[in-house]
Antibody, heavy 118, light 109 residues
Framework: EVQLVESGGGLVQPGGSLRLSCAASGFPFSIYTMNWVRQAPGKGLEWLSYISSGSTIIYYVDSVKGRFTISRDNAKNSLYLQMNSLRVEDTAVYYC???????????WGQGTLVTVSS | EIVLTQSPGTLSLSPGERATLSCRASQSVSSSSLAWYQQKPGQAPRLLIY???SRVTGIPDRFSGSGSGTDFTLTISRLEPGDFAVYYCQQYGSSPPWTFGQGTKVEIK
């Protein structure tokens, strides 16, 4: 069974930092590209960041460039998102998602809630 | 950046009726790299359609996708109670950002 399990969310003050993790199992994590996507309360989905299977290609949406860092450890089947300089508007459920769209094998975790508030 | 505009914002239909959801892109989506997702409250998005028209294994055949270029459609041929949800399109073409539409809510009339 494919599982992506996010962790590391919580309440943080503006300007603070959090590191999200995503543990993968049941699929060949090391060959798949991975992404982080977020959803603010009551809002739509926003793609944040992409990392290639070997970590050689990384992209970010403009709103998080310079503040968020995506990384992965294929030996541990894990994806990470280091979030610094957090803002109130970063409050959202953060999902890890990845796979291969061309084959329809694309998976999502259940999400972890990040709340940025004083 | 490719902007995806979904219409209508809300679709009020009865079980058994046909639902037609539109997703229009601000520029051509390369290689029909367009996906459709279903999301229910408190749940993660669920991939329904990829490549504009390919159905994910296990998705009922009442869900179908069509279109190319800038105009895409998700059709649900006969709505069942579990189909009432929010639907998003996403383009995953050659260059980021890989944007989502704002969503269409399919609600029970």
């Amino acid at each position: 069974e494919v599982q992506l399990v996010e962790s590391g969310g919580g309440l943080v003050q503006p300007g603070g930092s959090l590191r999200l993790s995503c543990a993968a199992s049941g699929f060949p994590f090391s060959i798949y590209t991975m992404n982080w996507v977020r959803q603010a309360p009551g809002k739509g989905l926003e793609w944040l960041s992409y990392i290639s299977s070997g970590s050689t290609i990384i992209y970010y949406v403009d709103s998080v460039k310079g503040r968020f860092t995506i990384s992965r450890d294929n030996a541990k089947n894990s994806l990470y998102l280091q979030m610094n300089s957090l803002r109130v508007e970063d409050t959202a459920v953060y999902y890890c998602a990845g796979g291969n769209y061309d084959s329809g094998n694309y998976y999502w975790g259940q999400g972890t809630l990040v709340t940025v508030s004083s | 950046e490719i902007v995806l505009t979904q219409s209508p914002g809300t679709l009020s239909l009865s079980p058994g009726e046909r639902a037609t959801l539109s997703c229009r892109a601000s520029q051509s989506v390369s290689s029909s790299s367009l996906a459709w997702y279903q999301q229910k409250p408190g749940q993660a998005p669920r991939l329904l359609i990829y490549g504009a028209s390919s159905r994910v294994t296990g998705i009922p055949d009442r869900f179908s996708g069509s279109g190319s270029g800038t105009d895409f459609t998700l059709t649900i041929s006969r709505l069942e109670p579990g189909d009432f949800a929010v639907y998003y399109c996403q383009q995953y073409g050659s260059s980021p950002p890989w944007t989502f539409g704002q969503g269409t809510k399919v609600e029970i009339k």
